[in-house]
């Protein structure tokens, strides 16, 4: 199964952006999602998750702004992040929520004037 996210870009503080993850892989199945990001020299932190029957949760720093969401016949993971602060500059990746697949390339999100 490969995991690739895509939507990252440069945008102003203020904007948002709409990350999508797609899993490819015969007969796989999405199971509990989420999404992650890391900052150079940083460990790899949770963001938000979302499980089978799309129950979500969120860290502090990105509740009310962020919002998760699946498309299971897509396999796909999505990443709505609406008022972007320079500090959610950062790569993003998803995975399960037990980081049991094997992580893609990221998309890397710079937010900054």
């Known amino acids: 199964v490969q995991l690739q996210a895509c939507g990252g870009g440069l945008v102003q503080p203020g904007r948002y952006l709409r990350l999508s993850c797609a899993a490819s892989?015969?007969?796989?199945?999405?199971?509990?999602m989420a999404w992650y990001r890391q900052t150079p020299g940083k460990q790899r932190e949770l963001v938000a998750l979302?499980?089978?029957?799309?129950?979500?949760e969120y860290v502090p720093s990105v509740k009310g702004r962020f919002t998760i969401s699946r498309d299971n016949a897509k396999n796909t993971v999505y990443l709505q992040m609406n008022s972007l602060r320079p500090e959610d500059t950062a790569v993003y990746f998803c995975?399960?929520?037990?980081?049991?697949?094997?992580w893609g390339q990221g998309t890397l999100v710079t937010v900054s004037s």
């Open positions: 995975n399960t929520l037990t980081r049991s697949l094997a």
């Open positions: 892989g015969s007969h796989y199945r999405l199971r509990a």
């Open positions: 979302i499980d089978d029957r799309t129950n979500t």
